[in-house]
């Protein structure tokens, strides 16, 4: 069963909701992916998604409510097959930890042509509706990467 965790800065605006999405496309295609999502900083440990993304993705009919907040951590690279970060600082905050070589193999970044999915907590609704966007394309396109791996 591939496991994947989603990483981005806080884990309450866009990798809660890449785990939804994800799950949601795993669920309907039935390719029993387990997902989880964790955040590089720990500002919002324990907390729910921002309700910004709770509400785009409750009109897609995806449930985030029940997730809490947590940091990345080191045991994750050995927990996941996958780790899927947002951004550029994503990605050189979740290499740090890599304990090998291997480990820094399962890292990737989560949109498909190398861009950012920008952070949107300092925006406004439309960024949080683009990001939902984005996330779901690029969600689509690692149902088939990860089906031939
Ligand atoms: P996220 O967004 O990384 O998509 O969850 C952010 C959430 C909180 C903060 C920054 C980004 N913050 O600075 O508290």
Request: charged share 30%.
């Amino acid at each position: 069963m591939p496991k994947i965790v989603c990483v981005c800065l806080g884990n309450i605006c866009r990798s809660p909701m890449a785990e939804g999405i994800l799950r949601m496309i795993s669920h309907k295609h039935q390719l029993g992916w387990l997902v989880d999502s964790a955040g590089t900083a720990g500002y919002h440990i324990g907390e729910a998604p921002d309700t910004r993304s709770i509400s785009v993705a409750q009109r897609h009919q995806i449930d985030i409510t029940k997730h809490k907040a947590r940091k990345f951590r080191i045991e994750d690279y050995n927990e996941f097959d996958l780790i899927l970060v947002m951004d550029q600082e994503n990605l050189l905050d979740v290499l740090k930890l890599a304990p090998d070589q291997r480990s820094t193999q399962k890292v990737k970044l989560y949109r498909h042509d190398g861009k950012d999915v920008q952070d949107p907590y300092y925006g406004v609704e439309g960024d949080f509706l683009h990001m939902f966007d984005v996330l779901m394309k690029n969600g689509l396109e690692w149902k088939d990467v990860v089906k031939h791996q």
